[in-house]
């Protein structure tokens, strides 16, 4: 065999494995990609990491809230279930009991439509303190696969999703002493025990996501 196409035959093998190399990066960048941007939230799972500011330009990170326990709440002041909720203070005075023993709340706005300065009005006009991500691209909605107004998701110390769905089973609000399973919820993982149920139907408005 002559020398020039020993070469040859070395530079295409040589171009064959720089070739395989590339699609197997590429492959392994776009499966880490999915993963980042994969949703909905699942419980057991690590809950997305995310990153969004309040209605006050606050930024909060999932991560500054490593070793403790947090509700999102998702939100829209202009639906009848959510209203319903506030006119009660049931969302204010749980997030207040819960304050107390450690837990963090955060109310989340993904409705497209919403401006800081509404959701600083509903604040003052319901008088509660936690504060309200601005989600108005949906991103953060989307992440944890957010439906309704309100839908509710609990999240353990060391981050796992420990708890997604309805804030209780009274979605008429025609119940005497409904059962919240929120609540609950944190009562079992504040023992040391695992939310029983772990998820339940959320109801409410749907979330008034931006069309993509």
């Known amino acids: 065999m002559k020398l020039s196409?020993?070469?040859?035959?070395?530079?295409?093998?040589?171009?064959?494995?720089?070739?395989?190399?590339?699609?197997?990066s590429?492959?392994?960048?776009?499966?880490?990609?999915?993963?980042?941007?994969?949703?909905?939230?699942?419980?057991?799972?690590?809950?997305?990491d995310f990153r969004a500011r309040d209605e006050n330009g606050v930024e909060h990170r999932l991560a500054d809230y490593r070793d403790r326990l947090v509700v999102l709440e998702w939100t829209n002041s202009n639906c009848p279930f959510v209203a319903r909720?506030?006119?009660?203070?049931?969302?204010?005075?749980?997030?207040?009991?819960?304050?107390?023993?450690?837990?963090?709340?955060?109310?989340?706005?993904?409705?497209?439509?919403?401006?800081?300065?509404?959701?600083?009005?509903?604040?003052?006009?319901?008088?509660?303190?936690y504060p309200t991500l601005q989600d108005n691209d949906g991103t953060l909605g989307r992440l944890f696969g957010a439906r309704t107004t309100p839908h509710m998701f609990v999240i353990g110390p060391k981050g796992l999703l420990r708890y997604a769905g309805a804030i209780d089973n009274d979605p008429r609000g025609?119940?005497?002493?409904?059962?919240?399973?929120?609540d609950e919820g944190i009562s079992s993982l504040l023992a040391g025990?695992?939310?029983?149920?772990?998820?339940?139907q959320p109801y409410g408005c749907s979330v008034k996501y931006e069309r993509r």
């Open 26 to 48: 590429s492959r392994a960048e776009n499966l880490a990609k999915s993963r980042t941007l994969a949703g909905p939230a699942a419980v057991g799972m690590p809950a997305p």
């Open 5 to 24: 196409h020993i070469l040859l035959g070395i530079i295409a093998v040589g171009l064959a494995l720089t070739l395989a190399l590339h699609a197997t």
């Open 193 to 200: 025990s695992t939310p029983d149920p772990g998820s339940t």
């Open 85 to 129: 909720h506030y006119r009660k203070d049931a969302m204010e005075k749980l997030a207040k009991k819960l304050g107390a023993k450690g837990v963090t709340w955060l109310a989340v706005n993904s409705t497209h439509s919403n401006t800081a300065a509404e959701t600083v009005a509903w604040r003052d006009s319901q008088g509660f303190e």
């Open 174 to 182: 025609r119940v005497e002493s409904p059962r919240n399973y929120v």
